[in-house]
């Protein structure tokens, strides 16, 4: 559950994710119609659903709110990605969504918690890698 610049920056790292035999799931809020377009946009090649209803984010505990995009470190995220050459398209799905990321291994353990309090907040590729290996 991450903006494009973050589904991006796992794209760039799946194979390290690959050689510790772990799946990738990003989980949207979009239009499935819309999969192809961010697949181009973010390099993302591994599992992609979404969840228009938002049950899975509130499941999970994740924000939702006008606070969580109103910060100076939202907005300092916004214009670093702007300034890396990710561009906000066309706006699929819950803008109001925050999102996170969870490691669950396969006995079902959960392994990494992150939830995104901010707009940008996500957690470093290699916490979430350092976590397979627990």
């Not at 924000?63 to 561009?87: E, N, P, V, Y």
């Not at 109001?96 to 490691?103: E, N, P, S």
């Amino acid at each position: 559950m991450f903006c494009r610049q973050q589904v991006a920056e796992l794209a760039q790292n799946e194979d390290r994710f690959e050689k510790k035999d772990a799946d990738l799931v990003v989980i949207g809020s979009g239009d499935p119609v819309h999969f192809k377009e961010f697949r181009e946009k973010t390099g993302y090649g591994g599992l992609l659903f979404t969840d228009p209803s938002l049950a899975s984010f509130g499941a999970f505990g994740f924000s939702k709110g006008l606070m969580g995009f109103m910060s100076i470190t939202s907005l300092s995220k916004a214009a670093s990605a702007l300034k890396q050459g990710h561009r906000q398209g066309s706006i699929q799905g819950s803008t109001l969504q925050l999102g996170g990321a969870i490691v669950v291994d396969s006995s079902d353990t959960v392994r990494y918690f992150f939830a995104g309090r901010k707009a940008g907040d996500h957690p470093d590729v290699d916490d979430l890698l350092k976590a397979l290996d627990k």
